[in-house]
Structures are given as structure tokens and as C-alpha cells.
């Protein structure tokens, strides 16, 4: 409770969220551990640390200063340049993946894609090397406007995720009135081509 009163007073004060503390780090680096005995403790570390600077890089480059939905709608006016939950998203796992880990796979999910009555979110998920997106934990800044939420996939109540390329070739195949084929490897093909959506 204190923590979303100290977000809103924090948006009413219009500044960008605070970094995060060296505790907030550790408890994030040792989930990511925890993920499989496989995960190098450096690997999960320096993940944990990226995860929350870049959160709040992307803060200040995205001139964070409202709540989400507020901060949407200025950059769907072309007041903000960029902040909406694909952009936390692919920036995030961008930036992680200039990490070329040996231990951890990132992924990308989305929720609410075929709900008409709740907004599309996206997400950059960091799992175990070889495991599934929903064996992996949640590295989502949007929802709290710049400051990094994470927990279990299968822990998160408020979405329920699908790997992103799963949403995307049913839209494409709603879109374009073909079959998409979606690979073991969650590439997607359509015509005999490979699409790589952004």
C-alpha cells in the first residue's frame, strides 16, 4: 500500500522514478538464480542489474513523469516519443540480449491480445537456457511507469501471457487471410517467408 501511495505522489510530482536500491537488485539476481541449478550467479546478477538501470534509462529517455495510461495516451498523441508496454518490452530484451548469456533465454509475451474489453500489454521475460517463457520471470517497467515489476510468469494474477509470436502469427493470419506457421522455434513463416515482427 505505502508503495503505490509513494507512486502516486511520486507521478502528482511529476518526476521520473527513482533508481533502484541495491536490495531491490539482490532479491531480483537471486529469482533469477533460482531459476535452474544451470544459471551462472554472475549471469543472474548482471541480468538483475541491467534489468533495473535500463528501467530507469528508459525512464528518462521516454520522459516518464505520469501513470502509464496517462503517459500512453501523451505518446499517442506524439507529445512523449515513446513509453508504450512494446516499447518497455523490446528495448528491454534488446538491451539484455547484448548480453549474449549463456545460461538464461529471454522471451517476449503478450496478454490480452484477443480481449476486446482490456488493453494489449507486452512484456520481456528472462528465463533458464532452454526452458519455456512461463517457466521465467516477468521484467515488465511499465506497469508501474518506470519502475521495474517482476515476478513469475505463472505468478502474475493480473495477465495471462502467450509468447508473443503466437499472438502475432493469428493476426497476421486474421490480417492477411493465410496460414502462418508458427516453427518449434517460434519463428514465424508466411508465404515461405520468414516474418520477424519488431
Known sequence: ???ALALVALAACGGPPPAATPDEVSRLAAAIAA??????????????????????????????TDPPIIHNTKVNLGIKPRGLCWHWAHDMEKRLAQERFATLDLHRAVANADNAFRL??????VSAKGADYDDGIILDPW????????MPVREDDAYNWEPRNEVVARALERK?????????DQRILMGGAEFVPE
Open 143 to 150: 506497469r508501474k511507469g518506470g519502475r521495474l515489476t517482476w
Open 1 to 3: 500500500m505505502i508503495g
Open 176 to 184: 492477411h487471410g493465410q496460414i502462418v506457421t508458427l516453427t518449434d
Open 120 to 125: 494489449e500489454h507486452s512484456t520481456a521475460i
Open 35 to 64: 531459476l535452474g541449478p544451470e544459471v551462472n550467479r554472475d549471469e543472474a546478477r548482471r541480468a538483475a542489474e541491467i534489468s533495473y538501470a535500463h528501467s530507469h534509462r528508459l525512464a528518462l529517455e521516454y520522459e516518464i
